[in-house]
């Protein structure tokens, strides 16, 4: 994602918020999640919250999480790996899976930006 925007950054001269929502609440703390995220670019937020308001988010933007009991007390997620482009309005406009490299992303984001400017 970081290069993507790099290239819609200095390619196209177009603004991308990234944002990152977590599936974890219990494990993912604001500082957790910051510190994670940081590791692959400054410029991407990570949004948190109860795991109710997550399940919402996920209902809306049709995507899926799920926690899998591990051995003794730990537990993975498993969730889709989507990326969603939002309008101004919070509008889905393009949904991407991971089959897109950066190049390729950058170019339909690009695309559809300019399709349909805000």
Do not use: W
């Amino acid at each position: 994602m970081a290069k993507a925007i790099d290239i819609l950054e200095s390619k196209q001269n177009l603004k991308i918020l990234p944002v990152f929502v977590s599936t974890d609440p219990q494990r993912d703390t604001p500082s957790q999640l910051r510190a994670y995220l940081k590791e692959f670019d400054s410029r991407i937020i990570g949004l948190t919250g109860p795991v109710a308001a997550i399940r919402q988010m996920a209902q809306e933007y049709c995507f899926y999480f799920k926690k899998v009991e591990e051995d003794g007390s730990d537990y993975l997620v498993d969730c889709s790996h989507n990326m969603y482009l939002l309008n101004p309005k919070m509008e889905v406009t393009r949904c991407f899976g991971v089959e897109y490299n950066a190049e390729e992303l950058s170019e339909v984001i690009g695309k559809e930006l300019n399709r349909n400017p805000s």
